[in-house]
């Protein structure tokens, strides 16, 4: 069964802005961190996102000034804004709720920057 839906996800040029949502029961987001990992073709899935259950946020390098995540905690969502999207960032991005060794994920949605 479905714990997480993702929605946002689609086709955007080299430059552009996406913003993927991420809503969760109540019980699964109050209790756990949220966070956006990445799938590439071909590559390791990894951390693009994280904010913590107290707004803290943690961001991959690539792209630091570039993406904001955020928690809206009366929706129970997670976004992930994408600025200045840019051809490497093309993969499935999947949602994420974790707590220690606990982990709920989404099904994923596609990004794909291309021209």
């Known amino acids: 069964q479905v714990q997480l839906v993702e929605s946002g996800g689609g086709l955007v040029q080299p430059g552009g802005s996406l913003r993927l949502s991420c809503t969760a029961s109540?019980?699964?987001?109050?209790?756990?961190?949220m966070g956006w990992y990445r799938q590439a073709p071909g590559k390791e899935r990894e951390l693009v996102a994280r904010i913590s259950r107290g707004g803290n946020t943690n961001y991959a390098d690539s792209v630091k000034g570039r993406f904001t995540i955020s928690r809206d905690n009366a929706k129970n969502t997670v976004y992930l804004q994408m600025n200045s999207l840019k051809p490497e960032d093309t993969a499935v991005y999947y949602c994420?709720?974790?707590?220690?060794?606990?982990?709920?994920w989404g099904q994923g949605t596609q990004v794909t920057v291309s021209s």
């Open positions: 994420n709720a974790n707590r220690g060794s606990t982990n709920y």
């Open positions: 109540r019980i699964i987001f109050s209790s756990n961190a």
